[in-house]
């Protein structure tokens, strides 16, 4: 989808945009990921092609 990246590390997770997929089994594998960089002092981006299923709430 996006171009490789000179110091950009890009994980991809098999989510299927239906209402029903148990994407909470993501939840800590993607937050573990974002506290590493947030450690890091580095930025995350968290990206959704399409989005219906995986909006982040708080």
Do not use: W
């Amino acid at each position: 989808m996006f171009p490789p990246q000179t110091g950009i590390e890009s994980f991809k997770y098999p989510i299927i945009d239906i209402p029903m997929f148990p994407v909470s089994h993501y939840f800590d594998i993607v937050a573990d990921r974002i506290a590493v960089n947030t450690a890091s002092n580095r930025r995350t981006l968290l990206y959704c092609r399409q989005g219906r299923s995986r909006s982040i709430t708080f």
